[in-house]
C-alpha cells in the first residue's frame, strides 16, 4: 500500500528533497504568507453549514469544524507550495476511524511524497476522490476544492488544541 512505502517520509510539513531543510516553518523566499483571504469560501467545507470554525495544525493542515459535529480536513496554500506540483493524492475510505495525529492520506508530487496527519480523532464520512483525477486542485485550490476529508469529530475539544489563522501566521514566520 502506498501509506505504508511514504510512512518513511516525514509529514506535510517535513517534504524530503535533497536540501537539508527538514520542517516547513520560515516564509519562503518570495515573501508568500497565507492569509484568511486565501479560503475558498465558496467550497463545500465553508458552504457546509454557516460560520465554520477554522483552525491551523503545526504541520500545515486546515480544518473546517461545523456545528453538526463534522469537519472537512485539507493542508494548507503554505504545504501545498512547499510540495509542489502534486502528481498523486491518496484520500481516506468511507467509515475509516482514526486518532489525532494519524496518517488519513497522502500526497506525491514532483518534490517528494507526504503522508496528511490528521490534527483530531474521528470518522470518515468520505473522502474527496475527485483528487484521484485531478490532484493539481490541491494547488489550485489548497483551501477550498483541494481538501482531503470530511469527517465526524470524535472529540470537539481537540479543537481547542490547534492555532487560529493569526497563531498559524505568526507559527509559520518562525
Known amino acids: 500500500m502506498l501509506a505504508t512505502a511514504l510512512r518513511t517520509t516525514a509529514r506535510l510539513a517535513v517534504p524530503r528533497v535533497a536540501a537539508p ?3 516547513v516553518r520560515a516564509v519562503p523566499a518570495m515573501g508568500m504568507r497565507f492569509y484568511s483571504s486565501e479560503l475558498n469560501k465558496s467550497a463545500l467545507p465553508f458552504t457546509h453549514s454557516a460560520n465554520p470554525t477554522i483552525k491551523y495544525s ?3 493542515e486546515w480544518i473546517a469544524a461545523h456545528e453538526d459535529g463534522t469537519a472537512f480536513i485539507g493542508i ?3 504545504a501545498a507550495d512547499a510540495l509542489g506540483d502534486a502528481t498523486y493524492v491518496e484520500v ?3 467509515g475509516r476511524e482514526f486518532e489525532k495525529g494519524e496518517s488519513i492520506g497522502s500526497v506525491e508530487s514532483v518534490k517528494s ?3 496528511l496527519y490528521s490534527p483530531v480523532s474521528g470518522e470518515v464520512i468520505r473522502g474527496n476522490e475527485e483528487l484521484a483525477d485531478n490532484p493539481a486542485t490541491v494547488n489550485s485550490d489548497p483551501a477550498g476544492d483541494g481538501w482531503f476529508a470530511h469527517v465526524k469529530l470524535s472529540d470537539k475539544s ?3 488544541e490547534l492555532m487560529s489563522i493569526e497563531a ?3 507559527f509559520i514566520k518562525n
Open 92 to 94: 481516506p475510505e468511507e
Open 113 to 115: 511524497a507526504s503522508e
Open 76 to 78: 494548507t496554500k503554505y
Open 168 to 170: 498559524y501566521e505568526e
Open 158 to 160: 481537540e479543537l481547542d
Open 21 to 23: 531543510a527538514l520542517r
Open 58 to 60: 503545526e504541520e500545515h
